[in-house]
């Protein structure tokens, strides 16, 4: 973790993009309360193979507007390379010049990659196309992204984006705060020089935040799992346990010399806002 401790401190907050004007005004909303907070950026999610652009770059635009930086993630899967360019273009025509550049997952029913087949590929691309006119943050995976064969083959995975040319990276959210540190001591054995960033997951409902785990692998420690599998529908106290959990880990993680948080808000502000708070940041 030692060289972690070089990097001056990010806080950012993650969105998605809404898809009526109902939830646009509440994410106006939410962003003026979460942009109190001072954050260094916002970054705004693309849906599977990029079925959110438009809808991205909107609601980047418009947290923009409101005088605050913000990231668009750009995937690659089922993408080519024509297709990213141009995409690449619309962001530098809009000023925009951190991206948050990933993988993406393929839409359902859709069995080709495309012309990318990983996000190494896609940070090659940028940097052949655009130069160093990006800040590029990319995915890492401390407990092993779901679809790699082992730890080892990860780590690899994640060496080859940062050569490519990444210039920060963010994890998938994790409970387990050891997990992170023995990833970032072997990132750093294996000569990987770059801050890396721990996503932060607020727990607001379990049967969700279970989905979500499912989904990307993220394990959730079988005692948290119990607890709340124990509180069955009792919301308050899902939220009371979350919010003890969430902020015992981000103060940990802080205290070892991680580079900053990264919260997955899901376009909420309460729950992040309290473990903030409760920080003293």
């Not at 994640?158 to 210039?167: E, L, P, Q, S, Y």
């Not at 802080?254 to 580079?259: C, D, F, K, N, T």
Request: proline content about 5%.
């Amino acid at each position: 973790m030692e060289s972690q401790k070089k990097y001056p401190r990010t806080y950012s907050f993650e969105f998605f993009p809404p898809n009526t004007p109902e939830g646009q005004e509440k994410l106006r909303a939410t962003t003026r309360q979460l942009a109190q907070l001072n954050p260094k950026f916002f970054s705004v999610t693309y849906g599977a193979g990029g079925s959110t652009r438009e809808r991205t770059l909107g609601t980047v635009l418009d947290i923009r507007a409101m005088g605050h930086a913000a990231a668009p993630h750009i995937s690659c899967v089922a993408s080519t390379r024509e297709n990213i360019r141009e995409w690449l273009q619309r962001y530098k025509d809009n000023g925009i010049q951190h991206l948050v550049a990933l993988r993406g997952d393929l839409p359902s029913g859709l069995a080709a990659a495309g012309e990318f087949r990983y996000a190494n590929e896609l940070v090659e691309f940028i940097r052949q196309e655009f130069g160093t006119q990006f800040m590029i943050e990319v995915a890492a995976y401390p407990e092993t992204h779901p679809q790699a064969k082992n730890a080892q083959e990860d780590l690899a995975a994640f060496k080859r984006k940062v050569d490519a040319g990444a210039n920060s990276a963010i994890t998938q959210y994790f409970y387990n705060a050891d997990a992170y540190y023995r990833f970032v001591d072997d990132c750093e054995a294996m000569g990987i020089n770059i801050p890396i960033v721990p996503g932060i997951m607020p727990i607001g409902r379990f049967s969700q935040l279970a989905r979500f785990s499912d989904a990307c692998g993220a394990e959730i420690p079988r005692w948290m799992r119990r607890k709340l599998e124990g509180y069955g529908d009792d919301t308050a106290s899902i939220r009371a346990f979350g919010l003890d959990v969430v902020t015992a880990l981000c103060d940990d993680l802080l205290q070892h010399g991680a580079p900053g948080l990264h919260f997955y808000s899901l376009n909420q502000a309460g729950l992040t806002t309290t473990i903030w708070q409760r920080l003293g940041l």
